[in-house]
């Protein structure tokens, strides 16, 4: 019997070693060249007007935050709404500028509940993170609206969401800033690398200087640019090395011309589960927001003694995970801790089933059969 995992990675490995070849033969591996041609290709698949390669979606977080801060005026201790189910690195990044995570709650989505962030806009608020759990974006709309009628800027985490399309258009078209990733495990996947989407050529012009240490000129673009003085440059703020680099965008060029086709496998394979736990009262399927056509970056589920059903999972050779712990349960965010209830409960249930491109039906019945099995034993 073969373990199923979580997450396994598919790479179509001769084309991607071709493109990796391309940069160690041009003898160009870092920022430039294939970086240019990922930002393009990224533009033209999500329709997105501006994009900027960077070595992570943490990096991009953080670049969002710091420009909007700069640019605004925000003040150390300014508060961002954000959501507690996330991983940990939504919320480092808001502390990285000083300012203050505000905490609301998420709805049966897993995504923040706009009443919850109505409910925590204070005078001193500057900005909501939306997460898009899993790929769904759940009550994104309302967020949305909540935030352009409150005077807030909106950051969407989209680093489950590459392929995510709502009423038919991409996501992130409409946000402040959008950040997506392309992490190993990702529906994008090359080793570690994200995209920072803005909406204006202002704010990307100044990401690429601030991903850059502050320099206004790129090593590429001084060296491909010609004349007398291309190789002058200024430093125009304290910027951070957050770029991303050629190996990482020649995985990524390939990878972007099958994230459609992938994504519709994951659609079935959710379906799958679907159709196979839909009688299961004791096992909670996460819906999905209408009018959309999710990622499926996750497939998770709510169950009670979570915890023993893993452990069971595990004895049959099946490895499911969690995402995410409540933040508020670390150290670092204890303060609010009991402030979202319904993130906490969903801390304590939730369990995200294997689903990645080589999962079989077979492998998902078993996944089911082991899940039911393991379910009912606890509530019989």
């Known amino acids: ?27 160009w591996t870092g920022l430039g060249f294939k970086t240019v041609q990922f930002e393009q290709a990224w533009k033209d698949y999500t329709g997105l007007p501006y994009a900027h390669f960077l070595n992570s979606a943490t990096s991009g977080i953080h670049l969002a935050l710091a420009q909007l801060k700069a640019e605004h005026g925000w003040q150390d201790g300014d508060e961002i709404i954000t959501t507690p189910l996330t991983f940990v690195s939504t919320n480092h990044a808001i502390l990285y500028e000083n300012l203050t995570p505000a905490f609301a709650d998420v709805d049966e989505t897993l995504c923040l509940s706009p009443e919850s962030v109505e409910k925590h806009i204070t005078p001193r608020t500057r900005a909501v993170i939306f997460v898009g759990m899993g790929g769904n974006p759940g009550q994104y709309d309302a967020v949305r609206d909540l935030c352009r009628a409150r005077g807030l800027k909106l950051i969407l985490d989209a680093a489950h969401m590459t ?52 320099i206004n000129k790129d090593t590429y673009a001084r060296t491909s640019g010609g004349g007398s003085y291309s190789w002058y440059y200024d430093v125009e703020t304290v910027g951070y090395k957050y770029h991303g680099n050629s190996i990482m965008a020649a995985i990524g060029l390939v990878a972007i011309k099958y994230v459609d086709e992938d994504n519709r496998y994951r659609r079935q394979i959710a379906a ?71 993130a906490a409960y969903a801390s304590d249930h939730l369990l995200s089933l294997p689903i990645h491109l080589r999962l079989t039906r077979e492998d998902v019945e078993r996944v089911a059969q082991e899940l039911k099995a393991a379910v009912r034993e606890r509530v019989y």
């Open 1 to 27: 019997m073969q373990p199923i995992q979580l997450f396994v990675p598919t790479f179509r490995i001769d084309e991607t070693l071709d493109a990796i070849r391309e940069c160690l033969e041009k003898g």
């Open 163 to 214: 392929g995510t399309r709502l009423h038919g258009r991409h996501i992130g078209h409409d946000a402040d800033a959008a950040v997506f990733s392309f992490q190993a495990v990702k529906n994008l996947p090359t080793a570690d690398s994200g995209m920072i989407c803005w909406p204006t050529p202002e704010l990307d012009a100044a990401a690429r200087k601030w991903s850059w240490m502050g």
């Open 272 to 342: 799958w589960y679907d159709e196979l736990l839909a009688e299961e009262s004791h096992i909670r399927r996460i819906p999905m927001a209408p009018d959309c056509e999710p990622s499926r970056h996750l497939y998770q589920v709510l169950i009670d003694d979570r915890d023993e059903v893993v452990s069971a999972l595990n004895r049959a050779q099946i490895y499911p995970g969690v995402h995410y712990r409540d933040n508020t349960l670390y150290n670092m965010y204890r303060a609010s801790h009991g402030t979202c209830p319904n």
